[in-house]
């Protein structure tokens, strides 16, 4: 954390969502005007990181927007764990499955042992994943994931009307020449 200037850092090679948690939670760290770096385990830092969490977490999932969500009452009634309603949520309110399980161990749905429990299997799920190379997203896919298809069609109209150069469209869009053919097709087919 510098004096001047303030700078959060996310691994791009992380799922969006996952980088949309990280990004409040890091924030949150300057709102406390706390750097990342810090002791590890000590009592002050897991009390900060949980601040953070909580913050990022409230931030993204609104609780009272969580306690009205009826899968969130489903699993509160039956408690237990059930992925298949985690990865509904996690779609419902656009955030990664650990930001769910973290906001449900935030509000003492999950206990701490089975939050990592769960973390795990979805860590576990991923580099599986990862070892079948089915996370390979091809660039234009990563575009829209990234960037949307609002601002990636306003951006194509915006270069058709002359309002911007092929070299803004580029950089605005993240991808290289040779793949916004691709993009153009993959924008096509939805």
């Known amino acids: 954390m510098d004096t001047l200037l303030y700078v959060i850092v996310i691994n791009s090679q992380d799922n969006i969502l996952a980088r949309i948690f990280t990004l409040f939670h890091e924030y949150a760290h300057l709102i406390l005007g706390i750097p990342e770096i810090y002791i590890q385990d000590s009592d002050t830092s897991k009390e900060i990181e949980k601040w ?102 306003t951006v194509l109209e915006s270069k058709e009307k002359g309002l911007i150069t092929t070299q803004d469209l580029l950089e605005f869009l993240s991808i290289n020449y040779q793949n916004l053919d691709k993009l153009e097709k993959l924008l096509s087919k939805r």
């Open 52 to 153: 953070c969490d909580t913050f990022a977490s409230e931030f993204l999932i609104p609780t009272k927007e969580l306690e009205k969500n009826e899968l969130f009452e489903l699993l509160v009634k039956t408690e237990k764990v059930m992925p298949k309603i985690i990865e509904n949520l996690s779609r419902e309110f656009k955030v990664s499955k650990k930001a769910i399980l973290t906001k449900l161990m935030l509000l003492n749905v999950l206990s701490y042992e089975d939050y990592e429990e769960q973390k795990a299997k979805i860590e576990s799920k991923i580099e599986s994943k990862k070892n079948q190379g089915k996370s390979i997203i091809t660039p234009a896919k990563k575009c829209v994931q990234e960037k949307g298809e609002k601002f990636i069609l």
